[in-house]
């Protein structure tokens, strides 16, 4: 059954900018922090961002500053704003509860920053 469905993925040169999109289950969306996720070739699937049902947000220190997480309770939506992309910010990026339910995770969405 699936929970969460990322889009917007893409190539973009460094210094671009990307917006992904996370749609699903009103009831995951709106009693639940929500976050993203990235897993970059060979590493380990690591924390980006999280926005908290109240509006409290996160950043990892990586891309603070450069990231902005959103979301629409009403849309049962969340996305990520990605600005002055590098290529370290290549991965698959995902979306889920946080602390991440592992029945949640989908195929995610591959942004790559290359020129």
């Known amino acids: 059954q699936v929970q969460v469905v990322e889009s917007g993925g893409g190539l973009v040169q460094p210094g671009g900018s990307l917006r992904l999109s996370c749609t699903g289950s009103?009831?995951?969306?709106?009693?639940?922090?929500m976050a993203w996720y990235r897993q970059a070739p060979g590493k380990q699937r690591d924390w980006v961002a999280s926005?908290?049902?109240?509006?409290?947000?996160n950043y990892a220190d990586s891309v603070k500053g450069r990231f902005i997480i959103g979301r629409s309770i009403a849309a049962n939506t969340m996305y990520l704003q990605m600005n002055s992309l590098k290529p370290e910010d290549t991965a698959v990026y995902y979306c889920?509860?946080?602390?991440?339910?592992?029945?949640?995770w989908g195929q995610g969405t591959q942004v790559t920053v290359s020129l």
């Open positions: 889920n509860t946080f602390p991440a339910t592992y029945h949640y």
């Open positions: 009103r009831s995951i969306f709106s009693t639940r922090i």
């Open positions: 926005f908290s049902i109240t509006g409290t947000t």
